[in-house]
Nanobody, 127 residues
Framework: QVQLVESGGGLVQAGGSLRLSCAASGRTFAISRYRMGWFRQAPGKERDFVAAISRSSSTTYYANSVKGRFTISRDNAKNTVYLQMNSLKPEDTAVYYC??????????????????WGQGTQVTVSS
């Protein structure tokens, strides 16, 4: 079973930046075999898609709400995925989760195609 561990969350003022990391562990798990994604969930709301990246990093997808402000990237050699978040807004406050999908389909934002999830890291943006 793959284990994904997020880090890098915290408290930041509006307009600030944070960089989230998601490290995969497990002797046989290599993120290079998986499409990777980031999701977030605010209190009382559903888990929402944030960004996803293909196995080779050739393709990325973003939610409209974060496009132009967030950047997803990956380093397969380090078995790690990143989410660079700039120009943060109070509405970005949520628990952020990384996830791995074995899918090769065209739907990149549906959480049901992601079979492995991390425990989440809290991001709080103050106004």
């Amino acid at each position: 079973q793959v284990q994904l561990v997020e880090s890098g969350g915290g408290l930041v003022q509006a307009g600030g930046s944070l960089r989230l990391s998601c490290a995969a562990s497990g002797r046989t798990f290599a993120i290079s075999r998986y499409r990777m994604g980031w999701f977030r969930q605010a209190p009382g709301k559903e888990r929402d898609f944030v960004a996803a990246i293909s196995r080779s990093s050739s393709t990325t997808y973003y939610a409209n709400s974060v496009k132009g402000r967030f950047t997803i990237s990956r380093d397969n050699a380090k078995n790690t995925v990143y989410l660079q978040m700039n120009s943060l807004k109070p509405e970005d406050t949520a628990v952020y989760y990384c996830a791995a999908s074995s899918s090769y389909g065209s739907n990149w934002s549906n959480p049901t195609i992601f079979g492995s999830w991390g425990q989440g890291t809290q991001v709080t943006v103050s106004s």
